[in-house]
């Protein structure tokens, strides 16, 4: 690392990172802390929560999964954690005097990434968090004196509303400051009354506040050295910090945990269109970056990097559906209730059919069969429950966007050979049949926690899922069948004549063979 300006520009530095025990979050912790161990100290926003103080709760986080390498290789890199109490919905993100003097003293990069991102969020939530908050954050950041970047992640469809999305701030969907001052009066009802006019021709309250998020850091920012990062569907690890981490069921993961699991059998999808996914480490690294250049250059203007995938290596969510039942078959999960076998449906109808046929059905049949055993339903409840998740999602799967991504390649061009090695984000370099196995595995040990000494049985209950599979499909062919020969004397002879044939044909390649073995 001893070419990496990137790593010497973080020395000696201090960082304040809000939504660090998010996914993106604790990623970016342990990379600054990996990566760029010259850092002094990374103060972390923390809400006290379930009775846990946040000394318990930065424990909680260190105690993960992500940090495993940094506990065993470098501990004491750990002591540079320093959590701040605080709220992103209270004045002053609720951060106590004494601790906004010890971050303004210190403090010169932050890193903004804390937002709900529940897709069917209640408004005034929404507007809580990625709207309240974000003008809070501003508040706080223009107390930091030695503030040299901010870096705001919003979400590359936070414009989904149209059909290209340049690197561009656009004019909001309303006035971001008339509809805080509204949600602070309005009654909730009323507001749930009045979302969906509110929000447009975007799918949710989440897209419409991030919209209005980036049009209030151009109005507040003045003089603030802003940059604004924007991942599109943000997926597992590639390779950092553990290959195919993931924390979540949120997005693909779900879908591929479903798969996996038998479970999924249909999903409304438009298989032709790009599948904007990103691995978790390209925006990651991004960021990093992205403070370096914005402290280092001082652009005279608010630059968005578009964190996108479709636009230089696309990946269709066909391609998703073969790769990902190659993957799942290569390494399936453990004890998987039916044979990975279901289809991606770009026509609604067929998908409704499919899911009472093969999600609800056996569902269903299957809790019926746990009362007369005792034991609690649970499919039925499943599946409900999946459907709500996946109806979140059914926009993005039936909608293609292109987002230009020009100005993260314009950041790689700046960078030396060992920062682009160090954090690298070029997405041309990913190879997505490689991805996916990574992502299937990702999904398979750390959402599902199956140990990998757990592969040889899975594949033997595989095995016996695939043939219990094709001999149920022989018997309701076959009692489909003897159902239409009992009515009808056509099909009688035909069944017949064919029985005929299959056991004459069945004769000959036995007498074949018998020949073979003879000669």
Known sequence: MVNSDI??????????????????????????????????????LMRPKAGNDIRTRLEELISTKV??????????????????????????????????????????????????????????????MNLKG???????VRKMDRLEALVHVSTAYANCDKDEIAEMIYPPPADPHKLMECVDWMDEELLKGITKKLIGKRPNTYTYTKALAEHLLLEECGGIPLAIVRPTIVTAAMKEPIPGWVDNLNGPTGLIAGAGKGLLRTLWCHTTMVADVIPVEF???????????????????IVVYNC??????????GQIESLGRVALLKYPMSEVMWYPSGSFKSNLTLHKIDVVLYHYLPAYFLD???????????????????????????????????????????????????????????VRTIDWASYLETYALGTRRFILKDDPSTLPAARRHLTRMFWIQQISRVAVLLLFWRAVVSRSETARRVWNLAFTMLVSMMRRLSAGAGIGIAK
Do not use: Q
């Open 134 to 140: 974000t003008m809070r954050l501003i508040e706080l």
């Open 7 to 44: 790593v010497g520009f973080y020395r000696d530095r201090s960082i304040f990172i809000t939504g660090a025990t998010g996914f993106m979050g604790k990623v970016l912790v342990e990379k600054l802390l990996r990566c760029c161990p010259g850092i002094k100290n990374l103060y972390l």
């Open 67 to 128: 940090f495993d390498n940094l506990r065993r290789d470098s501990p004491e890199l750990l002591n540079k954690l320093v959590p701040i109490a605080g709220d992103m919905s209270l004045p002053s993100l609720g951060v106590s005097p004494s601790d906004i003097k010890m971050l303004s003293d210190n403090v010169s990069i932050v890193f903004h990434s804390a937002a709900t991102v529940k897709f069917d969020e209640a408004l005034k939530s929404a507007v809580e």
């Open 368 to 426: 019926f069969l746990a009362r007369l055993s005792g034991k609690p339903p649970m499919l039925v409840r499943l599946y409900d429950k999946a459907h709500r998740a996946m109806s979140c999602l059914n926009y993005f799967t039936t909608h293609e966007w292109r987002f230009i991504s020009e100005n993260p390649i314009h950041l790689l061009e700046k960078m030396s050979p060992e920062d682009r090695r160090i954090f690298y984000f070029d």
């Open 283 to 301: 925006p990651i690294n991004l960021m990093i970056a992205v403070a370096w250049h914005t402290a280092t250059y001082k652009p005279n203007n």
């Open 308 to 317: 996108a995938s479709g636009y230089h290596n696309p990946l269709t969510w």
